[in-house]
């Protein structure tokens, strides 16, 4: 398998994602597809487990937030429960949230963070924060070895369509001929992490011999309304945008300090916004059977 590992076993319930995206994979000697929910106890042999589930997107995550919570709380038991059982080291993605809407700029993995513990995104914030809670925690009184990533907006091919965030909503809606929805005010900022870079990042911190956290995002800062005008710029040129409302507690600034992925995995985002959303909008346009907006 890519990436040198021998055999990889896939475990999802598919809430957000689809068998479509490991297609290719089904079949091969080495793979292994397991229809699973990480609340229930899962049994298996294995070197490293990359615990990636839970829903990401606000939409998703907030459409049955108690189970978001179960997700991160019990989810995250069972799995460092088995990476302790089998003595497997357990890697965390975890998320930019656990800064809320931050009181620093740009965000360092030392900031402690500005929650609000009882909102509607509290399940998935406050979940990131007792989930790396309770990696540091298994890490010290049983000496599991962990890793904790804190993930930064992430976008690229393959991503649900439907999904919600914002890029994959802008470059959906572009090329359906539809306003792109900028929520008010727009001056929101978020700093956009392409695919593959985060990949890179996520294996760079599993084989390192850093614990973490450490930030992996892409330090390029734009706002919801910069956004909206580089997809009208690289993906379809006669894409408007209307101002919609906002939900609570959207964080108004994040921008990810990555000096420590610099010194300590060697880590940087290689791909910008301005090569990633035409490549991602060019997976969209083939999987919405649509014709090229700027050719016409
Ligand atoms: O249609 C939309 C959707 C979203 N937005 C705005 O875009 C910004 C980003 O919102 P997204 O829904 O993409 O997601 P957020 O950046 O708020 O959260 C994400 O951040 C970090 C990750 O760990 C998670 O995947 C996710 O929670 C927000 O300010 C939101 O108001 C729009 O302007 N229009």
Same mark, same amino acid.
């Given at each position: ?160 369509? @439907? %999904?919600? &965030?914002?890029?994959?909503?802008? /470059?959906?809606? =572009? ?8 929520? !008010? ?63 609570? @507690? %959207?964080? &108004?600034?994040?921008?990810?300090? /990555?000096?420590? =992925? ?8 290689? !791909? ?25």
């Amino acid at each position: 398998m890519e990436g040198g590992h021998n055999e990889v076993i896939v475990a999802d319930n598919f809430f957000t994602g689809t068998k479509d995206n490991i297609r290719r994979w089904i079949g091969h000697p080495n793979f292994e597809l397991i229809r699973h929910d990480v609340t229930n106890p899962l049994l298996v042999e294995v070197d490293q487990i990359y615990h990636l589930a839970c829903p990401a997107s606000p939409i998703f995550y907030k459409y049955n937030p108690v189970k978001t919570t179960k997700t991160n709380v019990l989810g995250t038991l069972n799995m460092l429960g088995l990476a302790k059982r089998v003595r497997a080291r357990f890697l965390l993605t975890s998320t930019s949230e656990v800064y809320g809407d931050p009181l620093e700029h740009p965000q360092t993995e030392e900031y402690w963070g500005n929650v609000n513990p009882i909102g509607v995104r509290s399940c998935y914030d406050e979940g990131k924060r007792i989930a790396e809670t309770l990696a540091f925690d298994y890490h010290r009184q049983h000496g599991v070895e962990i890793r904790v990533a804190r993930i930064f907006n992430t976008y690229g091919p393959r991503m649900n369509i @439907d %999904d919600g &965030r914002v890029v994959s909503n802008f /470059i959906a809606q =572009a090329l359906r001929g539809e306003e792109m929805t900028v929520q !008010v005010p727009g001056t929101q900022t978020r700093s956009f992490c392409y695919v593959s870079d985060m990949v890179d990042g996520l294996i760079r911190l599993m084989e390192g011999n850093d614990t973490g956290p450490i930030n992996l995002g892409n330090p390029g800062e734009f706002t919801m309304l910069e956004l909206a005008a580089r997809v009208k710029e690289l993906v379809v040129p006669s894409a408007s945008w209307r101002m919609v409302d906002n939900t609570p @507690d %959207d964080p &108004r600034k994040r921008k990810p300090d /990555i000096s420590k =992925a610099k010194a300590i995995l060697g880590w940087e985002p290689k !791909v910008t916004l301005r090569e990633g959303l035409p490549l991602m909008a060019a997976d969209f346009q083939e999987r919405l059977g649509l014709t090229d907006k700027k050719q016409q």
